[in-house]
T-cell receptor, first 113, second 114 residues
Framework: GQNIDQPTEMTATEGAIVQINCTYQ??????LFWYQQHAGEAPTFLSY????GLEEKGRFSSFLSRSKGYSYLLLKELQMKDSASYLC??????????????FGQGTTLQVKP | DTGVSQDPRHKITKRGQNVTFRCDPI?????LYWYRQTLGQGPEFLTY????????KSRLLSDRFSAERPKGSFSTLEIQRTEQGDSAMYLC????????????FGPGTRLTVL
Protein backbone atom coordinates (compact mmCIF):
# COMPACT_ATOMS: atom_id res chain seq x y z
CA GLY A 1 0.00 0.00 0.00
CA GLN A 2 0.91 3.66 -0.07
CA ASN A 3 1.15 5.67 3.11
CA ILE A 4 2.57 9.12 3.78
CA ASP A 5 2.49 10.51 7.31
CA GLN A 6 3.11 14.03 8.52
CA PRO A 7 1.92 15.90 11.60
CA THR A 8 -1.45 17.57 11.26
CA GLU A 9 -0.59 20.86 12.93
CA MET A 10 2.44 22.75 14.19
CA THR A 11 2.93 26.13 15.80
CA ALA A 12 6.11 28.20 15.83
CA THR A 13 7.24 31.72 16.61
CA GLU A 14 8.23 34.38 14.11
CA GLY A 15 12.00 34.34 13.57
CA ALA A 16 12.41 30.78 14.80
CA ILE A 17 13.25 27.54 12.98
CA VAL A 18 10.73 24.74 12.43
CA GLN A 19 11.16 21.20 11.08
CA ILE A 20 8.24 19.38 9.47
CA ASN A 21 8.73 15.62 9.25
CA CYS A 22 7.35 13.22 6.68
CA THR A 23 7.58 9.44 6.63
CA TYR A 24 6.50 7.35 3.68
CA GLN A 25 5.86 3.78 2.63
CA UNK A 26 5.18 3.50 -1.07
CA UNK A 27 5.34 0.74 -3.66
CA UNK A 28 7.98 2.65 -5.59
CA UNK A 29 10.05 5.80 -5.17
CA UNK A 30 11.12 8.31 -7.78
CA UNK A 31 11.47 11.49 -5.78
CA LEU A 32 9.94 13.42 -2.89
CA PHE A 33 8.41 16.85 -3.20
CA TRP A 34 7.39 19.54 -0.75
CA TYR A 35 4.66 22.01 -1.63
CA GLN A 36 3.31 25.04 0.24
CA GLN A 37 -0.40 25.75 0.13
CA HIS A 38 -2.07 28.84 1.52
CA ALA A 39 -5.75 28.53 2.37
CA GLY A 40 -7.91 28.52 -0.74
CA GLU A 41 -4.94 28.59 -3.10
CA ALA A 42 -3.07 26.07 -5.24
CA PRO A 43 -0.03 24.16 -3.99
CA THR A 44 3.25 25.93 -4.81
CA PHE A 45 6.42 23.91 -5.44
CA LEU A 46 9.10 24.30 -2.77
CA SER A 47 11.65 21.51 -3.14
CA TYR A 48 12.53 18.16 -4.66
CA UNK A 49 14.79 15.38 -3.37
CA UNK A 50 15.60 12.18 -5.20
CA UNK A 51 19.00 11.39 -3.64
CA UNK A 52 19.82 11.17 0.06
CA GLY A 53 20.93 14.38 1.69
CA LEU A 54 20.06 17.99 2.18
CA GLU A 55 18.89 20.43 -0.49
CA GLU A 56 19.02 24.08 0.51
CA LYS A 57 17.06 26.89 -1.09
CA GLY A 58 17.22 30.15 0.78
CA ARG A 59 15.26 29.91 4.03
CA PHE A 60 13.95 26.46 3.07
CA SER A 61 15.86 23.19 3.18
CA SER A 62 14.68 19.64 2.57
CA PHE A 63 16.31 16.38 3.64
CA LEU A 64 15.81 12.85 2.41
CA SER A 65 16.79 9.41 3.70
CA ARG A 66 15.54 6.76 1.30
CA SER A 67 16.61 3.85 3.52
CA LYS A 68 14.49 5.22 6.37
CA GLY A 69 11.59 6.42 4.22
CA TYR A 70 11.97 9.81 5.84
CA SER A 71 12.13 13.45 4.82
CA TYR A 72 11.91 16.77 6.56
CA LEU A 73 11.36 20.36 5.51
CA LEU A 74 13.27 22.95 7.50
CA LEU A 75 12.09 26.54 7.55
CA LYS A 76 14.44 29.16 9.00
CA GLU A 77 13.81 32.75 10.09
CA LEU A 78 10.09 32.18 10.11
CA GLN A 79 7.86 34.95 8.83
CA MET A 80 4.15 35.43 9.35
CA LYS A 81 3.58 34.73 5.66
CA ASP A 82 4.95 31.20 6.18
CA SER A 83 1.67 30.31 7.90
CA ALA A 84 0.29 27.73 5.46
CA SER A 85 -0.17 24.03 4.87
CA TYR A 86 2.95 22.09 3.86
CA LEU A 87 2.39 19.03 1.71
CA CYS A 88 4.79 16.11 1.40
CA UNK A 89 4.38 14.10 -1.81
CA UNK A 90 6.09 11.03 -3.22
CA UNK A 91 6.40 10.28 -6.90
CA UNK A 92 6.31 6.55 -7.44
CA UNK A 93 7.20 4.21 -10.22
CA UNK A 94 4.13 2.95 -11.99
CA UNK A 95 3.73 0.48 -14.83
CA UNK A 96 3.04 3.45 -17.06
CA UNK A 97 5.58 5.69 -15.32
CA UNK A 98 2.99 8.39 -14.95
CA UNK A 99 4.85 10.47 -12.44
CA UNK A 100 1.69 10.90 -10.38
CA UNK A 101 2.18 12.27 -6.88
CA UNK A 102 0.92 10.64 -3.70
CA PHE A 103 0.33 13.32 -1.08
CA GLY A 104 0.27 13.31 2.68
CA GLN A 105 -2.61 15.08 4.39
CA GLY A 106 -0.52 18.20 4.91
CA THR A 107 0.86 19.96 7.98
CA THR A 108 -0.81 23.24 8.92
CA LEU A 109 1.84 25.58 10.27
CA GLN A 110 0.82 28.58 12.31
CA VAL A 111 3.46 31.25 12.86
CA LYS A 112 2.82 33.47 15.86
CA PRO A 113 4.35 36.89 16.59
CA ASP B 1 0.91 34.97 -16.94
CA THR B 2 2.46 31.74 -18.22
CA GLY B 3 1.36 29.47 -15.38
CA VAL B 4 -1.36 26.85 -15.30
CA SER B 5 -4.85 28.33 -15.56
CA GLN B 6 -8.22 26.83 -14.71
CA ASP B 7 -11.75 27.89 -15.46
CA PRO B 8 -14.08 28.46 -13.75
CA ARG B 9 -12.58 29.19 -10.36
CA HIS B 10 -15.83 28.44 -8.58
CA LYS B 11 -18.85 26.40 -9.61
CA ILE B 12 -22.06 25.90 -7.67
CA THR B 13 -24.45 23.36 -9.09
CA LYS B 14 -27.45 21.31 -8.08
CA ARG B 15 -27.26 17.59 -7.55
CA GLY B 16 -27.82 15.71 -10.79
CA GLN B 17 -26.45 18.43 -13.08
CA ASN B 18 -23.42 18.01 -15.32
CA VAL B 19 -20.38 20.26 -14.96
CA THR B 20 -17.25 20.75 -17.06
CA PHE B 21 -13.95 22.27 -16.00
CA ARG B 22 -11.12 23.46 -18.21
CA CYS B 23 -7.37 23.46 -17.60
CA ASP B 24 -4.74 25.24 -19.70
CA PRO B 25 -1.27 23.91 -18.82
CA ILE B 26 2.05 25.69 -19.17
CA UNK B 27 2.47 25.84 -22.94
CA UNK B 28 5.41 23.50 -23.51
CA UNK B 29 4.40 20.94 -20.86
CA UNK B 30 3.57 17.53 -22.25
CA UNK B 31 2.17 15.99 -19.05
CA LEU B 32 -1.12 17.00 -17.46
CA TYR B 33 -2.66 15.76 -14.22
CA TRP B 34 -6.00 16.18 -12.50
CA TYR B 35 -6.27 15.91 -8.70
CA ARG B 36 -9.11 16.36 -6.24
CA GLN B 37 -8.67 17.90 -2.81
CA THR B 38 -11.13 18.01 0.07
CA LEU B 39 -10.81 20.17 3.17
CA GLY B 40 -7.94 19.17 5.44
CA GLN B 41 -6.57 16.57 3.04
CA GLY B 42 -3.81 16.47 0.49
CA PRO B 43 -4.64 16.27 -3.22
CA GLU B 44 -5.66 12.85 -4.57
CA PHE B 45 -4.68 11.77 -8.06
CA LEU B 46 -7.52 11.37 -10.56
CA THR B 47 -6.03 11.03 -14.04
CA TYR B 48 -2.98 11.70 -16.20
CA UNK B 49 -2.32 12.64 -19.82
CA UNK B 50 0.90 12.49 -21.78
CA UNK B 51 0.25 14.73 -24.76
CA UNK B 52 -3.27 13.71 -25.88
CA UNK B 53 -3.16 10.16 -24.51
CA UNK B 54 -4.89 9.41 -21.20
CA UNK B 55 -2.49 6.91 -19.67
CA UNK B 56 -3.82 6.39 -16.17
CA LYS B 57 -7.11 6.78 -14.31
CA SER B 58 -7.54 6.40 -10.58
CA ARG B 59 -10.10 4.03 -9.15
CA LEU B 60 -11.53 7.19 -7.57
CA LEU B 61 -12.69 8.21 -11.03
CA SER B 62 -16.13 6.69 -11.39
CA ASP B 63 -17.97 6.28 -14.69
CA ARG B 64 -19.52 9.70 -14.11
CA PHE B 65 -16.13 11.35 -14.60
CA SER B 66 -14.50 11.79 -17.98
CA ALA B 67 -11.46 13.76 -19.04
CA GLU B 68 -10.05 14.71 -22.41
CA ARG B 69 -7.02 16.45 -23.82
CA PRO B 70 -7.92 16.48 -27.50
CA LYS B 71 -4.91 18.21 -29.03
CA GLY B 72 -2.39 17.68 -26.29
CA SER B 73 -2.87 21.23 -25.02
CA PHE B 74 -5.84 22.15 -22.80
CA SER B 75 -7.85 19.52 -20.94
CA THR B 76 -11.42 19.23 -19.76
CA LEU B 77 -12.85 17.29 -16.84
CA GLU B 78 -16.56 16.54 -16.95
CA ILE B 79 -18.66 15.23 -14.09
CA GLN B 80 -22.07 13.90 -15.00
CA ARG B 81 -25.01 13.61 -12.60
CA THR B 82 -23.15 15.38 -9.82
CA GLU B 83 -23.50 14.19 -6.24
CA GLN B 84 -22.90 16.07 -3.00
CA GLY B 85 -19.81 13.93 -2.44
CA ASP B 86 -18.26 15.47 -5.56
CA SER B 87 -17.90 18.80 -3.73
CA ALA B 88 -14.17 19.48 -3.63
CA MET B 89 -11.36 21.53 -5.14
CA TYR B 90 -10.33 20.15 -8.53
CA LEU B 91 -6.69 20.89 -9.26
CA CYS B 92 -4.86 20.63 -12.54
CA UNK B 93 -1.08 20.35 -12.77
CA UNK B 94 1.34 20.16 -15.66
CA UNK B 95 4.96 19.12 -16.07
CA UNK B 96 7.64 18.62 -18.68
CA UNK B 97 8.90 15.06 -18.67
CA UNK B 98 12.31 16.06 -20.00
CA UNK B 99 12.95 18.73 -17.38
CA UNK B 100 12.74 17.11 -13.95
CA UNK B 101 9.01 16.51 -14.27
CA UNK B 102 8.14 18.90 -11.44
CA UNK B 103 4.39 19.46 -11.38
CA UNK B 104 3.07 23.01 -11.28
CA PHE B 105 -0.47 23.51 -10.12
CA GLY B 106 -3.23 25.77 -11.32
CA PRO B 107 -5.46 27.75 -8.94
CA GLY B 108 -8.13 25.06 -8.94
CA THR B 109 -11.88 24.95 -9.48
CA ARG B 110 -13.93 24.79 -6.31
CA LEU B 111 -17.08 22.77 -6.90
CA THR B 112 -20.05 22.94 -4.56
CA VAL B 113 -22.91 20.54 -5.18
CA LEU B 114 -26.13 21.52 -3.42
Amino acid sequence: GQNIDQPTEMTATEGAIVQINCTYQTSGFNGLFWYQQHAGEAPTFLSYNVLDGLEEKGRFSSFLSRSKGYSYLLLKELQMKDSASYLCAVRGHGSSNTGKLIFGQGTTLQVKP
Amino acid sequence: DTGVSQDPRHKITKRGQNVTFRCDPISEHNRLYWYRQTLGQGPEFLTYFQNEAQLEKSRLLSDRFSAERPKGSFSTLEIQRTEQGDSAMYLCASSLSTAGDTQYFGPGTRLTVL
